[in-house]
């Protein structure tokens, strides 16, 4: 593995990728179609609802805690079809399935994935996605994104508008992943597309576009800096304005609304059931059911007398006050509470409160701290669901040796979208000892590339 991605690396090395069955690679393989469906069904459910064509409370709960400029921003008509252009969920390996614990459409590990992919390709595995799966789709989506731009410029440009630059912009609050953006340009550079990873501080503004050292024109920028850290991120507002003016193609897009947790919360609420059945279709709307765990928004405000809250039930009783879970015994209370977004405790694992893994008043306090930071940063309630138990190995440098480990795996993948294709340019696993109950990149996890175990090699 190159230098500066695997030197101190904290985690732990794998002497083999993870391994898939054909099935389970069939899954995650059709899973992409359906997935980019649903994004382009949410952004439509928001604007709709912004308009009364659907429950207003959609976009009330969507824009709860936003700042009001960046929602304004985000809702110009020039943005309106614009979507993330890689999609990763986060796949838990259940034993009765995969579940979706989560999607990114900011996702870390796209230069990690690239250069294990690498790695163990040259040894001669099957790396899902081939051994240049990332950084081909990640090339492809940038062209075709440029190719598609939004928005004509005021003025003509000072360059033409078929050149391609690409700049990786890299916030301080994501300076752990800077190395992997390093990674993936020089990468991009090697297979033909101009790139560079910068800060924020090195995109040069004028009236003319965007601009690297040396005067050269930004056409691209891949936006790696999350929305809630807005106010801290340098020049954020001359980047937005060029993206405004049509001045560069900027992806993901700048809508808070597709970054939410709380999107799988709507997906179950049978209020909504005619849209999703309307704007999925049958198999994608009951695909997300099964895959999607059953999701509810943590509204402080008081459910009418006659009401209750769809889905939710305590001891096999219907739940109409939150305040009822805080008093449930370890066995009732498999739930977690999750940030549901634009906060700096919504990702990495940060904030996340599993509740039979808590003693009860921790739980309860959990509970009744998510209901009061509604305003500012709603939660959610997920449905808590085991992962299987799965079997891998890792190098122990202190020990120099192979020690295997059960553990239970979070699968990865990552979907490019270049004009309406989806592409799965890799699977990175994520395989985290039996006594975690939250799988992410920790110190004791085994990371890897996943490839298909029947076409592994002979050892």
Known sequence: MEAGLHDGATWRISPTPFLLTSADLSAIQSLGPHLLRFTRALNRLYYESVRGAQPTWVADYLDQGKPSDLIAYARMNRFHAALPDIIRPDLIL?????????LDSVPGGIGLTGCMGQAYADLGWPIIGGRDGMVSGFAGMIRSLTSQREGAPQTPLPYPLTSLNLAIVVS???????????????????????????????????????FLAGSTPITALYR???????????????????????????????????????????????????????ELGTDTYELLHRWM????????????????????????????????????????????IKPSGFSELAWGSRGVSVGHDLPQTEWAAALEAALASFPRVPHILQEFRKGRHVAVSYHDPAKDDIVPMPGRVRLSPYYFIANDHVELGGVLATVCPLDKKLIHGMREAVMAPCALAETAPER
Do not use: C
């Open 172 to 210: 301080e609050e994501s300076k752990d992943y800077r190395p992997e953006m390093l990674w993936l340009a020089a990468r991009l550079r090697e297979a033909g597309l101009p790139a560079q990873t910068v800060s924020p501080d090195d995109v040069v503004f004028t009236e003319e576009g965007l």
């Open 293 to 336: 765990p059953k999701t509810w928004i943590l509204d402080p405000r008081p459910v009418p007398p006659h009401a209750i809250i769809p889905g939710l039930t305590a001891d096999g009783r219907s739940v109409s006050d939150w305040k009822v879970l805080a008093g449930l015994g370890q066995k009732g209370r498999r739930f977690v």
């Open 224 to 278: 790696f800096f999350e929305l809630f850290d807005l106010k801290n991120i340098p020049k954020s507002e001359l980047i937005m304005y060029a993206a405004k003016k049509g001045r560069v193609a900027l992806t993901p897009p700048m809508k808070p609304w597709l970054e939410e947790k709380m999107a799988f919360a709507l997906v179950h609420h049978p209020a909504l059931e005619p849209f999703w059945s309307h």
């Open 94 to 102: 259940t034993e009765d399935g995969f579940m979706i614990s989560e």
